[in-house]
C-alpha cells in the first residue's frame, strides 16, 4: 500500500505561481511512475503531467504544457509539480497518483494509488 499526501495548495492570482508536492509512504516510491489529475468543480478529472520511475521523462497535457513542470526526488519519497502563469482555468483540485509500470498514466484506470486531493484557486 501506498499512501499519498498532497500539500502547497491555496489562493493565488492569475499569472502567479504555485508548488505542489505529494509526499509518499508505505510503498516504494522510487518503482513507481506518478502524475498528476486536477478536477475542476462540475468538470471530470483531468490529466495534468506525468513522470516515469526511471529516466525521469515526462509528459503533459497541452493546456499546462510550458507553464506547469513535473518532477520527483526519489530520496525524498516526493513528487513535485511547480506551476507557473497561473489561469483561472487552472482553478480545481489536484490529485496525484502512482501509476502502474508500463502504462503511459494519461487515465486514471491505469493508477493504483491516489492521494486526497489539494484545491487550488486562481483569481483573476
Known amino acids: 500500500q501506498v499512501q499519498l499526501v498532497e500539500s502547497g495548495g491555496g489562493l493565488v492570482q492569475a499569472g502567479g505561481s504555485l508548488k505542489l508536492s505529494c509526499a509518499a509512504s508505505?510503498?516504494?516510491?522510487?518503482?513507481?511512475?506518478m502524475g498528476w489529475f486536477r478536477q475542476a468543480p462540475g468538470k471530470e478529472r483531468e490529466f495534468v503531467a506525468r513522470?516515469?520511475?526511471?529516466?525521469?521523462?515526462?509528459a503533459y497535457a497541452d493546456s499546462v504544457k510550458g507553464r506547469f513542470t513535473i518532477s520527483r526526488d526519489n530520496a525524498k519519497n516526493t513528487l513535485y509539480l511547480q506551476m507557473n502563469s497561473l489561469k483561472s482555468e487552472d482553478t480545481a483540485v489536484y490529485y496525484c497518483?502512482?501509476?502502474?509500470?508500463?502504462?503511459?498514466?494519461?487515465?486514471?484506470?491505469?493508477?493504483?494509488?491516489w492521494g486526497q486531493g489539494t484545491q487550488v484557486t486562481v483569481s483573476s
Open positions: 497518483g502512482a501509476c502502474r509500470p508500463l502504462y503511459l498514466c494519461r487515465a486514471q484506470p491505469e493508477y493504483d494509488y
Open positions: 508505505g510503498g516504494t516510491f522510487s518503482s513507481y511512475a
Open positions: 513522470i516515469r520511475s526511471i529516466g525521469g521523462s515526462t
